[in-house]
């Protein structure tokens, strides 16, 4: 029998609590996706059991209630009927979430959101700089070679301009004009100020504007304070075009927030910064003195790398060289970037999600060559625990090298490379596997990767219709087909109502085996996945197409005798928007069975860090008795 879509949408509103209980409603191809004000409010035994909804969860501050592609978006307009609400994107929904979180969380998450589409910049240049410091050393002859010169400047090309990289991004988190936030960073790092790196040997010039003394220093390897100043300078933006008439907008507003926003960052901004800078290097040069106060700089240094203020420290270093004496401070620097590796290894290691992965092996590479941003940024930060396990490890790695009196003959790098300028190698490497060792066991053990469709535990699977029992042991023994034109000729999926040939070239596995909860748990339906050979998706029978994502990333069919069928590349691949996915139809087209229905691209699916197998359902599976997977016609 039909769902009643209107039936549907009022008993989700009557179980929760109610309109004036909704922040904010949008859907994606699966799923309806509520941001709810009191949880107190929810009925969620009542929801489970409402006819259409087949399970529900909640993930990063949304309550998510799995209705099914084809279906889901006719009881979203039922619901925005029955509330009155308007229509809202998922990215509007996020937003409302993350509003609920705490302070602290969505200061994370925000460093989070500016930081992760800038890391594969980072990485690179990371790994490319460590390795070319540590030729470098390694062979004095090649630091002098014009390929030398040439490869340094590639590597530290990203971490030279990285304020400009950060005000893009943060720019584009924080709702403003990306371009007038690239002019904000390009004016904090502008060959007219004097380089961060070099504030510890030259001298300093002032401009005198109004009654601020402001220092022509520059932003090189600042973090915070770029954020902040984007931040303001989007409040500025957007408070301008509220107030400036629309004639008047493309001339005043750019100007205006411009001069405000780089006004503001040398006169406050920055000198705030400044100071710090001061304090901690003040700070650090008596702490180092004793092993207590070293153990305490390998736990801050990772800390003072967020703040952007670690680029001070080489001062220290270069003083204790001049003075005849060993570089202590390499140490401690050491202890604390090679704990970032550990636990950042341990997440990589770890955890179950691809794109999770794909991001920390490389970071943690990275750090252990002695450039921890990727690994602090991309990872440790985001998660927080590991960036605590990594405190922790660098403290104690630290207090573990002043123990042993380590020091080093030059200063440029650490971790890894550090054997190059190390006093005692046998010491350093029990350093190394300390302070690595304890923050990767910390990780590993306090660390959960987050797994909010399993972790509600919302749904259990779907009781097997008849026949299902040997699904695992018929779909793995389906072979992956040489020839495409063969593909839709082999039946996957076969019931009652029809058959259901295979929708890409690959290799056939049990929907209990893919890669998300939600669909291997059954809740959506069962059928198979694909592990892709080639980017092509053909209908599996006739029918018509009864939902097209947004994202292009999945497809409804309505198959013979009312079959529904989910057909989704990838998982998570909704966060891609439609990038690298080229859909030949529309919703409400007729397709026959072999017909070309969407083009993706394998490569860049991989390249952003999800899965890329296709999956495959028939998601009202539990309306027929007889589901059968088969092998070849």
């Not at 990285?162 to 390009?186: K, T």
């Not at 800390?303 to 140490?331: C, D, F, K, R, S």
């Not at 704990?339 to 991001?359: E, P, S």
């Not at 943690?364 to 405190?391: D, H, W, Y």
Request: hydrophobic content about 50%; proline content about 5%.
């Amino acid at each position: 029998m039909a769902l009643d879509y209107r039936k549907c949408a009022e008993e989700i509103v009557a179980n929760i609590g109610g309109r004036e209980n909704v922040v904010s409603a949008a859907h994606c191809a699966t799923r309806l996706r509520l941001v709810i004000k009191d949880n107190s409010k929810l009925n969620k035994a009542a929801l489970e059991e409402i006819d259409g909804v087949k399970g529900m969860f909640d993930n990063a501050g949304q309550l998510q209630l799995i209705i099914g592609t084809g279906t889901v978006n006719k009881v979203y307009d039922e619901f925005l009927a029955v509330t009155g609400m308007t229509a809202a994107t998922k990215d509007e929904v996020k937003a409302a979430a993350a509003a609920k979180q705490p302070v602290w969380k969505r200061l994370l998450k925000a460093l989070g959101d500016v930081f992760v589409p800038i890391l594969p910049a980072i990485v690179a240049s990371g790994l490319m700089m460590g390795l070319v410091e540590a030729l470098g050393k390694a062979i004095p002859n090649f630091a002098t070679t014009d390929w030398y010169g040439f490869l340094d400047m590639i590597a530290n090309t990203a971490f030279a301009y990285l304020p400009v990289i950060v005000a893009i991004s943060a720019a584009r988190v924080f709702g403003g004009n990306i371009f007038l936030g690239a002019v904000v960073g390009l004016a904090m790092i502008h060959s007219a100020l004097l380089n961060a790196w070099s504030v510890g040997s030259a001298e300093i010039e002032y401009w005198r504007l109004l009654f601020f003394n402001v220092r022509k220093v520059g932003y090189q390897g600042h973090v915070i304070p770029v954020v902040i100043a984007v931040w303001l300078m989007c409040q500025i933006e957007k408070w301008l075009h509220k107030h400036v008439p629309e004639m008047l907008d493309l001339f005043i507003v750019p100007l205006c927030t411009v001069l405000a926003t780089t006004f503001l960052t040398f006169t406050i901004i920055g000198p705030i910064f400044a100071q710090l800078e001061t304090w901690v290097l003040a700070g650090a040069k008596v702490l180092v003195r004793n092993p207590i106060g070293a153990g305490l700089m390998g736990a801050l240094y990772p800390w003072t790398v967020v703040m952007g203020l670690h680029h001070m420290y080489n001062v220290i270093e270069a003083g204790m060289l001049a003075e005849g004496a060993l570089n202590t401070w390499m140490p401690i620097a050491t202890a604390a970037n090679i704990a970032q590796f550990g636990a950042c290894l341990a997440v990589g290691l770890k955890a179950k999600n691809n794109k999770t992965k794909v991001v920390a092996v490389p970071s943690s590479m990275s750090a252990a060559l002695g450039i921890t941003e990727p690994a602090i940024f991309g990872v440790n930060m985001r998660f927080l625990k590991p960036m605590i396990a990594g405190t922790v490890g660098g403290a104690v790695g630290a207090l573990v090298g002043a123990f042993m009196k380590l020091g080093a003959k030059a200063y440029g790098v650490t971790g890894i490379p550090g054997y190059l300028i190390i006093d005692k190698p046998v010491p350093y490497t029990f350093l190394l596997l300390i302070s690595a060792g304890i923050a990767f066991a910390l990780t590993w053990f306090m660390w959960k990767e987050d797994e909010p469709a399993k972790a509600a535990a919302a749904p259990a699977a779907p009781a097997a219709p008849a026949g299902a029992e040997t699904l695992e042991a018929k779909a793995a023994e389906l072979p992956a087909y040489p020839d495409t034109s063969d593909v839709v000729n082999t039946t996957v999926i076969g019931c009652s109502a029809g058959e259901l040939g295979q929708v890409t070239k690959g290799n056939v596995i049990p929907y209990t085996k893919l890669p998300d909860p939600l669909f291997s748990q059954g809740t959506m339906g069962i059928g198979v996945g694909v592990e892709p050979e080639e980017g092509v998706v053909y209908a599996p029978c006739d029918g018509e197409i009864t939902s097209v994502a947004d994202s292009k990333h999945a497809i409804g069919i309505e198959g013979p005798e009312e079959m529904d069928i989910l057909i989704h590349v990838g998982v998570d691949t909704v966060e891609m928007k439609g990038d690298g996915f080229k859909p030949f139809v529309e919703e409400g087209d007729k397709v026959t069975k072999g017909q070309k229905i969407l083009e993706f691209d394998i490569s860049k699916i991989k390249a952003a860090g999800h899965p890329d197998t296709v999956v495959f359902l028939l998601t009202n599976s539990d309306d027929y008795e007889d589901v059968t997977f088969t092998g070849q016609e």
